[in-house]
Structures are given as C-alpha cells and as structure tokens.
C-alpha cells in the first residue's frame, strides 16, 4: 500500500486548507487513518484519526473545533479539513494507514501505524 498525502501550502492565519490522504495498492476500509505534524525543532504529534470502519473519530486538544477527518471509500482518500488554522498549526503533515478491517478502534499513537506518506508541508503566516 502507498499513502500519497497532497494540499498543503501557504495561507493566512484564519485561512482554510483541505489535506488529501489517498491510497493506492489496496482498498481503504482496510486501513485506520491518522494525521502527524512535525514542527521544526519539535517531535511529530498525533493531529486527527479515523477508524477503518470511520465510525469513530479522535482530535488533538490544540485542533479540536478547527479540524475534521473525512474519508471517501469510493475515492480511497480521507480529508483533513482545516478551519481557523493558527501560525502554530505551521508543520508538515503526514498521513498514516494501519491494517485493520472496518474496525472501530481509533490510533492515537504514530507507533501503532506501519505505513507512511511524504508529507505535506502547511504554513500558516501571522
């Protein structure tokens, strides 16, 4: 499987960006879903995660109210929507897929993931 994550840029404080996650190689209600950011100087973080069978949902603190996952089975991609973002949202994004069949479980943790996108740098100017 191969996880090509897309929509980054650059945008203004209060701006919206929309984050793709698209799979290919396999069918994704195989996969549960997750969003890391790295920061410069910082360790990646858990941003938003979906369940394989998208049932159930988890948010971080910082992004909770602002961001919403999404994921379209006919279009093997799941959506990180980006709403209000703030200069500390700045980050490149990464999506990762874990092995589990229409599940409800949620991963919070970037070691429960196996496979890995490019990232996709956000910058968000004050």
């Known amino acids: 499987v191969q996880l090509q994550a897309s929509g980054g840029g650059l945008v203004q404080g209060g701006g919206s960006l929309r984050l793709s996650c698209e799979v290919s190689g396999s069918i994704l209600d195989y996969y549960a879903i997750g969003w890391f950011r790295q920061a410069p100087g910082k360790e990646r973080e858990g941003v938003s995660c979906?369940?394989?069978?998208?049932?159930?949902?988890y948010y971080a603190d910082s992004v909770k109210g602002r961001f919403t996952i999404s994921r379209d089975s006919a279009k093997n991609t799941v959506f990180l929507q980006m709403n209000s973002l703030k200069p500390e949202d700045t980050a490149v994004y990464y999506c990762?897929?874990?092995?589990?069949?229409?599940?409800?479980?949620?991963?919070?943790?970037?070691?429960?993931?196996?496979?890995w996108g490019q990232g996709t740098q956000v910058t968000v100017s004050s």
């Open positions: 979906i369940s394989s069978s998208g049932r159930n949902r």
């Open positions: 990762a897929a874990r092995v589990i069949y229409r599940n409800p479980t949620v991963y919070t943790s970037e070691k429960e993931y196996r496979y």
